[in-house]
């Protein structure tokens, strides 16, 4: 999901002050550590994702907010 979309969905959500704390590229391997992402699909990503773009694909995003007020 795109950062603004996110952003968006907390706003539309009731949540104030949202600010991104830290952004981190995840790479191939962090998404294999996670079980949404099975074997196969790590498989595929690597073969379809150009070897120099491993390392970034996609990022982490820490997001401080507050409901209501």
């Given at each position: 999901?795109?950062?603004?979309?996110?952003?968006?969905?907390?706003?539309?959500?009731?949540?104030?002050?949202?600010?991104?704390?830290?952004?981190?590229?995840?790479?191939?391997?962090?998404?294999?550590?996670?079980?949404?992402?099975?074997?196969?699909?790590?498989?595929?990503?690597?073969?379809?994702?150009?070897?120099?773009?491993?390392?970034?694909?996609a990022?982490?995003?820490?997001?401080?907010?507050?409901?209501?007020?």
């Amino acid at each position: 999901m795109a950062e603004r979309d996110f952003v968006e969905r907390l706003e539309k959500s009731g949540f104030t002050g949202i600010e991104i704390m830290d952004r981190r590229p995840w790479g191939i391997e962090d998404c294999a550590r996670y079980p949404l992402f099975d074997r196969e699909l790590i498989a595929l990503m690597r073969k379809v994702i150009p070897p120099e773009c491993h390392d970034r694909v996609a990022e982490s995003v820490v997001v401080r907010a507050r409901l209501g007020r």
